[in-house]
């Protein structure tokens, strides 16, 4: 079933269920269908920008149902998590850097240098909500397992990275300029920091 995905990507992307299905197989037994499912991941992450946090939010649903009993599968999958917000940083920096080649392009021809891309649109901004990724990284930060507060550190830092990162992006391509003049938000890894990072791990 996770080889035909690829190809009906576009209506994958379109239905919830199969971003909350997706993540189980995963954890398979079998490598070639753990494969499979992080692939077909980052498929909809790259190719379907409307649908990125999406993923990320069937990714998390998974994880903070998985037992305490199972920290490898855990700690695993949080940093899966983790890649998908950073592919996601990845693909802004790339369609930016498409868009401004454009834009050279149609500048050196005399054309509409700022026309807008038809590939990205603004509901990516506003569908990331920082604050349900910052919340799954805090609750395991109580974790036992040293290895898995490591980890949900480093998903806090993408939170904090990638947010920067949309924000910085939708005041560059929709021209709100508002945006750049506003005090930055507070996430949990600014008060983590402020007060200290090593006191999670002693």
Same mark, same amino acid.
């Given at each position: 079933m $996770?080889?035909? &995905? ?9 239905? @919830?269920?199969?971003? !909350?299905?997706?993540? #189980?197989?995963?954890?398979?037994? !079998? ?13 909809? +992450?790259?190719?379907?920008?409307? /649908? /990125? ?21 855990? #700690?695993?999958?949080?940093?899966r ?20 080649? #454009? ?8 054309? !509409?240098?700022? #026309? ?17 990724? @910052?919340?799954?990284? =805090? +609750? ?18 993408? +939170?904090?990275? $990638?947010?920067? @990162? =949309?924000? @910085?992006?939708?005041?560059?391509e929709?021209? !709100? ?11 949990? &890894? ?6 200290? +990072? ?5």
């Amino acid at each position: 079933m $996770l080889k035909c &995905i690829p190809h009906l990507i576009e209506e994958v992307g379109r239905n @919830d269920k199969m971003t !909350d299905i997706i993540p #189980q197989h995963g954890i398979s037994i !079998d490598p070639g269908v753990r494969e499979e499912a992080v692939q077909v991941l980052n498929r909809i +992450v790259r190719f379907l920008p409307n /649908r /990125r946090f999406a993923v990320l939010k069937g990714m998390a649903n998974f994880i903070v149902k998985l037992p305490d009993e199972f920290p490898l599968l855990i #700690q695993t999958s949080l940093g899966r998590l983790v890649e998908l917000m950073r592919l996601w940083r990845v693909c802004l920096s790339e369609e930016v850097l498409a868009k401004d080649m #454009q834009n050279t392009r149609r500048s050196s021809i005399g054309g !509409d240098a700022l #026309q807008r891309s038809p590939f990205h649109r603004p509901r990516d901004v506003s569908e990331f909500r920082a604050s349900e990724m @910052d919340a799954v990284g =805090l +609750v395991f930060l109580s974790s036992a397992d040293v290895q898995i507060r490591l980890t949900a550190l480093e998903l806090l830092r993408c +939170v904090r990275a $990638l947010k920067n @990162d =949309l924000r @910085d992006y939708s005041a560059n391509e929709w021209g !709100d300029n508002k945006l750049k003049l506003e005090p930055e938000p507070i996430f949990i &890894i600014d008060i983590i920091e402020e007060n200290g +990072v090593s006191s999670f791990f002693l």
